[in-house]
């Protein structure tokens, strides 16, 4: 079936550095993919929408200046973390529709762990 | 995204049938019910979907209830690599998925 992989899985960081997070679509094409973002022993939440060619859609509350998304081809979609702090310690996960049809199925990539020191 | 309600937790043993209720008293005409589940440390994995018919995969199976107001998601014989917490999702149609507390599952051997 198809696959999403994700990349790095784990990423230590010093505070203030940037952290870039690849999502690549393997066997398909995905205009539209989803970030998440889930704490310890909490739910995933949703961060934003990255959407092929244009401009991607934030969550209210998310700084769309901190949590930077490129979504330059079809098959890549690109989380760059600026500026990390501590509290953005996280599990960053991706997500995409398997198909252009409403109520399919999504299927996610493998999460980065992100630890800010 | 219309709520669901699940159990916290549940355990079973190996080998043995689990049932996994969900509750969605207000589901809409449209909205599908999603299953996905999530092992320790990965992304989420699909399970299994339906509408109003109860459905079969290699995974699971899902059974529906008449007024749609709950459904059941059944692992026919738990294993060990099935322990995770399993995910019951209203979709209208859209890709985004509102993912709620969900259900941790145990399995003992």
């Known amino acids: 079936g198809a696959v999403v992989s994700q990349h790095p899985s784990r990423v230590i960081c010093k505070s203030g550095t940037s952290v870039k997070i690849e999502c690549r679509s393997l066997?398909?094409?995905?205009?539209?993919m989803f970030w998440y973002r889930q704490f310890p022993k909490q739910s995933l939440m949703l961060m934003a929408t990255?959407?092929?060619?244009?401009?991607?859609?934030?969550e209210q509350g998310v700084e769309k200046d901190k949590f930077l998304i490129n979504h330059a081809s079809l098959t890549l979609s690109t989380l760059t973390v600026t500026s990390a702090h501590p509290e953005d310690s996280s599990f960053y996960i991706c997500?995409?529709?398997?198909?252009?049809?409403?109520?399919?199925?999504?299927?996610f990539g493998s999460g980065t762990q992100l630890s800010v020191l | 995204d219309a709520k669901t309600t699940q159990p916290n937790s549940m355990e079973s043993n190996e080998e043995e049938p689990v049932h996994l209720p969900c509750n969605h008293s207000?589901?809409?005409?449209?909205?599908?019910i999603h299953w996905y589940r999530q092992l320790p440390s990965q992304g989420p994995e699909y399970v299994i979907h339906?509408?109003?018919s109860n459905v079969n995969n290699r995974m699971a199976s899902l059974a529906i209830a008449e007024d749609r107001k709950s459904s059941t998601l059944i692992l026919h014989r738990a294993t060990l690599r099935d322990a995770a917490v399993y995910y019951c999702?209203?979709?209208?149609?859209?890709?985004?998925?509102?993912f709620g507390k969900g259900t941790m599952l145990l399995v003992s051997p």
């Open positions: 997500s995409a529709p398997s198909s252009g049809v409403p109520n399919e199925k999504l299927f």
């Open positions: 066997d398909f094409q995905a205009t539209t």
């Open positions: 990255s959407n092929e060619g244009s401009k991607a859609t934030y």
């Open positions: 207000t589901i809409s005409g449209t909205d599908y």
């Open positions: 339906g509408l109003t």
């Open positions: 999702i209203l979709n209208s149609g859209y890709s985004t998925l509102t």
